[in-house]
């Protein structure tokens, strides 16, 4: 075997520790690309800032290409097999950017499939209970979880993904990266707009998707890295400075119910971890 075939076959970890650049590839939908973090970067219509985790993840190892495709709005399909529509025209699907020499790609999917920030935002109480209506009871009326349902029609589409990824770039360490606690037990009204009930059945919906995430990653080849316990404390009820995830009503240059510029540091800083 070749010294250049040799260290093909070594694990993505060993090759991290070498002084060898790898080629990263990032891929996945608002919560990868971070949507109103300045400063934004690539394409107008994905709302990709320059300081998401990927990019400073790539500053955190040894690259010797990165490339980032990740969009806001990106559904599964968007990975696979439809062009996304933007503002800006539409976009290529986002596993073309993946080839037999990569080695590392990282995607964050699946919050757009399930409809999880129109679900949140339609949690909305500007007034304390009774007055109003919670959306946990709508959402689960007739003893049905709707969004519970989604995720365990969605799954099975994440898996495909995962696959596809693995086949598209064999030799590539492909990492799922999750989605975080957006909120503390119980919730803060006053703080977020949202009962403490819808609070609660929003990470729990938050929740069960990350662990469908991280089984479908685990059958298909890929790692789930989990962010939740990094965010804890650092959810929409933090203080301003503190917060990694935004809250319904936004305190920082951030979309609501997105990470921030500190959370995507955290999260990368997960990731490299991750590797070494």
Known sequence: MSCSAATEAQPLEQRLEQPTPIDYVALGDSAAAGPLIPDSAGTPGCLRSNSNYPHVLSGLIETASFVDVSCSSARSEHVTSVEQPTGSGPVPLQIDALSPETDLVTITIGGNDVELVSTARNCINFSAEPVGVSCADTLTA????????????????????????????????????????????????????????????????VDKMNDALAREAEEHGARFVDVREISIGHDGCAEPAERYLEGVIPANPAAPLHPTAAGMAAFAQEIAASLN
Do not use: H, K, M
């Open 142 to 205: 007739g003893g049905t979880d709707i969004v519970a349902e989604a995720i365990d029609a969605a799954a099975p589409r994440w898996g495909e993904v995962f696959a596809a990824i693995g086949e598209r770039a064999p030799n590539a360490e492909v990492l799922v990266v999750g989605y975080g606690t957006y909120v503390q037990p119980g919730g803060c009204y006053g703080t977020q707009p949202v009962w403490a009930r819808d609070a609660d059945y929003l990470q729990a919906s």
